[in-house]
Every structure is written in C-alpha cells, then in structure tokens.
C-alpha cells in the first residue's frame, strides 16, 4: 500500500527511455556543480532545517592517494540539500508511508559526514551510518559535536574481522 502510494508520487511512467535520455541531455547543465563545499577547509558550517551543525572535515585526506578512495573526507554541496530533502515531512517517503517514527534507515558510504543521520534521527527510529574505516574518528566527532540536533544520534566503530 505504502509502495503504491510512493509510485502515484512519481509522475507517469517514461515509455520512450531513449527520447527521456535525449531531452535530460539537451537541457542546459545547472551553473551550481555538486562538488565540495570547500575542501580546503578543516570544518564547515551548514544549516539544515534552520539548525547549525559544523561538519569536520579532512583536506588531507582529500588530497591524498590513499588506495581505496578520499571523496568521503570532505563534505559536498548536495549532502546539506539531501539531508534538507530526506528529513522533510513532506518528502514523498515520509507522505507515502514508507518512512514513519518506526523506520530504521541504513546509509552506505556517509563519509565524514552524520548530516543525513543527525537530520533524519527525530523522525525514526534508528539511524546507522557506515563507511570505511578511515572516515571514523571524523564521523564521530561530528555525531560528538552536533548531538542534540539529532536526538536519537551515536557512533561507535563497528567490528571488522576482514583479514587485512
């Protein structure tokens, strides 16, 4: 039921997947890239639904050759707009049922960054944030910093048993 209402929600269906590719790229490109807000920087401020949060973050890293990837060390433009979105009531997820105050939602790859978590933690259950290793100190220290903003908000590392 919460399915269907979701779907009602999204317009109707593209019949033609060749012609919807073509109009999406003849449409002129947005002057605002998704990029980072500012990489340079060792923390950012952003506000989120009218509340501040200072988000830490690691240049270093970023600028690193770190085998694996770097892009989770810093924060980027469209992680305070997600996070605006997803947390909304009027988000079409919460409208149609399928995220309630008993969800539990899990975020793969959240990076430095516990925005999503903090924003959505009010309005579910459970929040679980993930990433790799090497974004964890960072992770928790912005949960540490910002709790309060994001009631039902902790981290703590989970176990990794993979052989290294």
């Known amino acids: 039921m919460a399915l269907d209402a979701l779907i009602s929600k999204l317009g109707d269906e593209i019949e033609d997947p060749e012609e919807e590719t073509f109009l999406l790229f003849s449409q002129e490109i947005p002057s605002q890239n998704l990029g980072f807000i500012d990489p340079t920087a060792s923390a950012v401020e952003v506000v989120v639904h009218d509340r501040e949060y200072t988000i830490h973050q690691s240049p270093t890293v970023l600028s690193s050759s770190r085998a694996g990837g770097t892009t989770g060390a810093v924060l980027w ?7 605006s979105f997803i947390s909304s009531p ?75």
């Open 77 to 83: 433009k469209i992680n305070p707009i997600f996070a």
């Open 90 to 164: 009027s988000n079409p997820l919460f409208s149609s049922g399928i995220l309630s105050p008993s969800s539990s939602v899990l975020e793969l790859g959240c990076g430095i960054s516990p925005l999503n978590g903090l924003a959505l933690a009010p309005h579910v259950s459970h929040v679980l944030l993930t990433d790799q290793p090497y974004v964890q100190r960072l992770v928790s220290r912005n949960i540490s910093e910002n709790h309060g903003k994001g009631e039902h908000t902790r981290a703590r590392p989970l176990r990794d048993d993979r052989p290294s």
